[in-house]
């Protein structure tokens, strides 16, 4: 039987280990919880249980032909998600993560499907919000980093924007108060060369191509 939803405060400047400790529990038992990114807060599971990636889908509505992008430590996390490190990922990654750019790699066959929404491709940022930093570290596979809330929404950037409804499917909330909402991350596809930009956001195409 699942248990009521738990909201703590956490500080967004130095998230105290204990929170980012019962969150890590969390996910690593196959839970849901919503944590801050820099602009909205996100939901976090287990990036490599099939079960609760699904999970993730049912409880947005997502259709099952959109991604979801997941969230590293840092660099060597790549390794188990990834086939490869193209060349030209190296300069994106070595001057905006962590930041607001996802990048698009070939996934290596242990990724679910559901993850890559059958694409072969996976989404990766490395993320700059120190809640978010602490939790996908303190975890150890990644975490999903898709927003928390339902499919087609407006994303939620303080904890009084959430639907009850997301709220009743999680195990624990890290509040760190009001985000500054705004512009998405950018996407990029370096699968390819020249890579592509897939969606423009916070770090514009011109910056991007500047260090290619």
Not at 84 to 106: H, Q, R
């Amino acid at each position: 039987m699942k248990t009521e939803c738990r909201i703590v405060t956490i500080n967004p400047d130095a998230p105290e280990p204990e929170f980012i400790k019962d969150a890590a529990d969390a996910v690593e038992r196959g839970d849901i919880v919503s944590f801050p990114t820099t602009c909205l807060y996100g939901l976090g599971v287990d990036a490599l249980n099939p079960a609760a990636v699904r999970r993730i889908f049912d409880i947005k509505g997502r259709p099952r032909s959109k991604p979801i992008l997941v969230l590293i430590k840092d660099s060597a996390s790549l390794e188990p998600l990834v086939t490869s490190i193209p060349a030209c990922a190296i300069p994106v990654m070595n001057k905006f993560w962590p930041g607001n750019v996802t990048l698009v790699f070939n996934a290596r066959k242990q990724v679910p499907a559901d993850l890559t929404a059958g694409t072969g491709k996976i989404g990766i940022r490395m993320p700059a919000h120190k809640v978010a930093q602490a939790l996908s570290g303190a975890v150890e596979n990644p975490i999903t980093g898709t927003s928390a809330n339902f499919s087609g929404e407006k994303g939620y950037s303080q904890l009084s924007d959430f639907n009850a409804k997301i709220i009743q499917s999680l195990a624990l909330v890290l509040d760190a108060g009001p985000l500054r909402g705004g512009t998405v991350s950018t996407i990029v596809d370096v699968t390819i060369n020249p890579p592509k930009i897939l969606r423009e956001g916070k770090i514009s195409a011109e910056d991007i191509y500047d260090v290619l």
